[in-house]
């Protein structure tokens, strides 16, 4: 089965006092499993070989860029759980991408708690990818100069260090 990328805010769910008691904190589920019509943002990948073109076009549809922390949920687990999983269409600037967005619909408070442990047991078992700027750079760089993703689609602050980033590259 597929796997369903989510970015996290990685120091709301390392909270010392909730985590050494296998409790989540509401910052991290308010803030990382926000809602909207009862429904998640993700994006679909068949293996880990496809996360960097997942996190791809989550980080291009961003006002800025900066380092990210992501989390691969198990469509296998979710299903399991009765949670929905639906193809949705998204804007993102990786075109090639926007078949691959889905929503887990149809969310409860029960359903919330089941991904929000789900999270939890990645982050404790050190299974959370992370992204520095730097890497981002080169990977955004990468796919403009191959075509799969148009500078001009981009906001500005991407724009801006990708521009930074190209230039200190031909200086090298």
């Not at 296998?76 to 804007?91: G, M, P, V, Y």
Request: with cysteine; aromatic share 8%.
């Amino acid at each position: 089965m597929s796997l369903l990328l989510r970015k996290i805010d990685i120091g709301k769910w390392r909270q010392r006092e909730f985590i050494d008691n296998d409790e989540i904190s509401a910052d991290a589920i308010t803030l990382c499993l926000k809602t909207s019509g009862n429904t998640i943002s993700v994006w679909k990948i068949e293996s880990e070989d496809y996360i960097d073109e997942a996190v791809l076009a989550f980080i291009s549809r961003a006002d800025h860029l900066e380092a990210a922390f992501f989390v691969l949920l198990s469509e296998e687990h979710l299903n399991n759980n009765k949670i929905s999983i639906e193809q949705r269409d998204d804007e993102t600037p990786y075109k090639a991408q926007i078949k691959n967005h889905m929503v887990l619909t149809q969310l409860s408070y029960k359903t919330l708690g089941v991904i929000a442990h789900y999270i939890l047991n990645e982050v404790k078992n050190d299974k959370i990818k992370s992204y520095a700027e730097g890497r981002l750079k080169r990977m955004f760089a990468k796919a403009i100069s191959s075509g799969k993703i148009d500078m001009a689609d981009l906001k500005d602050d991407i724009k801006k260090k990708i521009l930074r980033f190209n230039e200190n590259q031909r200086q090298t």
